[in-house]
């Protein structure tokens, strides 16, 4: 299952970015879809995860100003990211878990997306 990560750039401190990340591929379902991002020298955190009923967790540092979502029509998931501050900059991954067969489960990641905020 491959991802494709799109939507990030350039923003002033306080502006907003919308993020989507599209899977592809031979697959039976996903179950879980998530946002991480990794800023230079920390490690890689967990910004926003969705199961497949919706149900959201967010990294206290995003809560009231990002909310992620779904569309399982299109198998993609978003990360709408507001009043953004510079500690945000990182380069953001999705990463969704499922399943290709009944059998097979699937752990795939994207290529990773540039987000900068300017202050």
């Known amino acids: 299952v491959q991802l494709q990560a799109f939507g990030g750039g350039l923003v002033h401190s306080g502006g907003s970015l919308r993020l989507s990340c599209a899977a592809a591929?031979?697959?039976?379902?996903?179950?879980?879809m998530g946002w991480y991002r990794q800023a230079p020298g920390k490690q890689r955190e967990l910004v926003a995860a969705?199961?497949?009923?919706?149900?959201?967790t967010y990294a206290d540092s995003v809560k009231g100003r990002f909310t992620i979502s779904r569309d399982n029509a299109k198998n993609t998931a978003y990360l709408q990211m507001n009043n953004l501050k510079p500690e945000d900059t990182a380069v953001y991954y999705c990463n969704f878990v499922g399943f290709e067969t009944t059998t097979r489960p699937f752990d795939s990641w994207g290529q990773g997306t540039l987000v900068t905020v300017s202050s």
């Open positions: 591929g031979s697959f039976l379902e996903i179950n879980g």
């Open positions: 969705i199961t497949s009923l919706s149900g959201t």
